[in-house]
């Protein structure tokens, strides 16, 4: 059994951050109490799903500098909105893949630093979930096209 393509793998460079927010926030608002108590595990969880997003970006990095310019459509989805067609593509290009690496490589270095500098303050643990969000859109935007 062969490894997946990272190009078939691309849409987990957003998703990662989001279900891993999505969960610590989930478990957030449940059990607030002991979650700002384990701080130091939530924190190295977001911080190991960041990670893993920006180890797929820097994959996909590795294949666009080997096979140069392509553009990919992963995802193409239409919806009626208020009697409006709305189209977006989740497209995998040159210019997706680089953000992909900076926006990555940024996000994984601030959430560590967030991590270092504001051990044992009040709202750590929901900051860091909304940087894990934040990433996570920005990703998003990044790779949909909307389409006219």
């Not at 927010?21 to 957030?28: N, V, Y």
């Not at 409006?84 to 926006?103: G, P, R, S, W, Y």
């Not at 270092?116 to 709202?123: P, S, T």
Request: charged share 15%; proline share 3%; glycine share 4%.
């Amino acid at each position: 059994m062969s490894l997946p393509s990272p190009l078939d793998v691309a849409w987990l460079v957003p998703a990662i951050p989001l279900i891993g927010s999505s969960f610590i926030a989930l478990l957030l608002f449940g059990f607030s109490r002991t979650l700002k108590r384990l701080s130091k595990p939530v924190a190295v969880f977001l911080i190991t799903c960041l990670g893993t997003s920006a180890a797929v970006s820097y994959a996909l990095l590795a294949r666009y500098s080997l096979e140069g310019d392509f553009n990919e459509v992963l995802l193409e989805r239409k919806f009626r909105v208020v009697g409006q067609l709305l189209e977006f593509d989740f497209v995998i290009d040159n210019f997706t893949i680089k953000a992909f690496t900076v926006i990555s490589t940024i996000a994984l270095v601030l959430m560590i630093a967030f991590h270092y500098l504001m051990k044992q303050k009040k709202e750590y643990v929901r900051l860091i979930v909304s940087l894990g969000f934040l990433i996570s859109f920005i990703f998003t935007f990044t790779s949909v096209h909307f389409l006219a």
